[in-house]
């Protein structure tokens, strides 16, 4: 199990409970950024593998910041959002096997959940960023639910061919993507109604390696001050 020549791999996620997929119920409005039709919850983690198995160490919750030359939208801002209250755990060990992560480092993982909605007065917006990169090392894309839904059309591209996707595919429930987020760059259509409304259900996990980490004081105040 590795990403492939391409950078990428689509697998399988572990067998999924009521609980994780009733919590996305209950995310918070995000007022940052989209256009009024997404809900998300957010942590961070630190990784470390022992013993044989990756340890996850829930770090202390903080706002979400990233820089503003990944995200033009609402980069170097710090973004407020409320902690994931399931535990995914599970499903990011089987994201570390499937890249898989180097065990000789310690890593910091950002959590996104999110819920992003559509109807027949809300267009069902999934990247306002546009084609982009995260600016982490890796990315996982995992999906829980496409209800009442078409759309949501993965593209992976090059860096030095940011114009022509390599790989395209819809991500299906119990579904996830990894790539390479330094090799490649991604982007997901708009997800449209079938009928009245519809939504998506995934999460988005970025792996950074520790002494790269994307946490603490020192990280936000050097990504808002470049906003």
């Excluded at 256009?35 to 998300?40: E, P």
């Excluded at 390479?180 to 109604?193: A, F, G, K, S």
Aim: glycine share 8%; with cysteine; hydrophobic share 35%.
């Amino acid at each position: 199990m590795a990403l492939n020549e391409q950078g990428f791999r689509v697998f399988s996620l572990p067998e999924t409970g009521s609980d994780i997929l009733e919590s996305f119920d209950d995310l918070g409005f995000d007022e940052y950024i989209g256009n009024g039709n997404r809900w998300r919850r957010f942590s961070q983690y630190k990784l470390v593998h022992k013993d044989g198995a990756w340890d996850f160490e829930l770090l202390p919750h903080r706002p979400y910041v990233t820089y503003s030359k990944f995200n033009p939208i609402a980069g170097g801002i710090r973004r407020h959002y409320k902690p994931i209250e399931v535990d995914f755990t599970e499903h990011i060990r089987e994201a570390c096997a499937q890249i898989p992560l180097p065990e000789d480092d310690v890593w910091q993982i950002n959590v996104h959940q999110y819920r992003v909605i559509t109807n027949k007065d809300l267009q069902g917006v999934v990247v306002p960023e546009g084609v982009h990169q995260d600016g982490h090392e890796f990315v996982v894309i995992s999906v829980y639910r496409r209800a009442g839904i078409t759309g949501a059309e993965l593209t992976l591209r090059n860096a030095e061919d940011k114009e022509t996707p390599i790989f395209t595919t819809t991500v299906q429930e119990g579904q996830a993507v990894a790539f390479d987020d330094r090799q490649l760059w991604h982007y997901v259509t708009d997800i449209v109604p079938v009928e009245d409304e519809g939504y998506r259900d995934i999460t988005v996990v970025s792996f950074s390696r520790w002494s790269e980490r994307w946490y603490g004081e020192d990280f936000e105040t050097e990504a808002v001050s470049q906003g």
